[in-house]
């Protein structure tokens, strides 16, 4: 495996072509974690999703690794699945937390993809990591989009 400035290309052209699934996902998650706990959290158009993944892939040290794991996870398949799990999971979550930013969102981004990838499903055929890619995408872009009533506005503990 090499990476190269053109892999990132290729790897951000093809998170953001992706659009059409991640966001319905993304909105299917805020539904749902809204519901639970009882607050309402605005749902993200494509246009939003495209903006922040051209604004993860402007960063240049991000985005060299971004991409690594994008590419990791649309590739990797284990025999059985089960031994996958874990690097799956885990090359998952750690993608999550890189697209969701700096503390506390990078943990709400890694646990909303645990959340998100117990309803995602690959399809049949598909390597093990495509569905925590997925689940990776929606959790990490949709834990850095505005919209959660507790991010819209100054925290009550800043000094």
């Known amino acids: 495996m090499r990476i190269t400035p053109a892999v990132v290309e290729r790897e951000y052209q093809w998170v ?3 659009d ?4 319905p996902l993304i909105n299917s998650v805020r539904d749902d ?19 922040a993944v051209d604004s993860v892939f402007a960063d ?3 985005a060299v690794n971004v991409a690594t794991l994008v590419w990791l996870l649309r590739d990797l398949d284990v025999e059985a699945d089960y031994p996958g799990f874990v690097v799956d999971e885990l090359l998952g979550r750690e ?7 700096q503390q506390p969102l990078r943990l709400l981004g890694e646990a909303t ?8 499903h690959g399809d ?21 989009l505005p919209g ?12």
């Not at 993809?113 to 995602?120: G, I, L, M, N």
């Not at 390597?127 to 850095?144: C, E, V």
């Open 16 to 18: 953001r072509d992706r």
């Open 20 to 23: 059409t699934v991640i966001v």
């Open 33 to 51: 974690l809204g519901s639970i706990f009882g607050t309402e959290v605005a749902r993200v158009a494509e246009q939003q999703y495209v903006d």
């Open 60 to 62: 240049g040290d991000l």
């Open 95 to 101: 993608l999550a937390g890189m697209l969701a930013g």
């Open 113 to 120: 993809f645990h959340y998100a990838d117990v309803h995602t």
């Open 124 to 144: 049949d055929g598909d390597p093990a990591g495509a569905d925590d890619l997925d689940a990776a995408l929606a959790a990490g872009i949709q834990t850095r």
């Open 148 to 159: 959660w009533e507790w991010t819209d506005g100054e925290s009550p503990f800043t000094i």
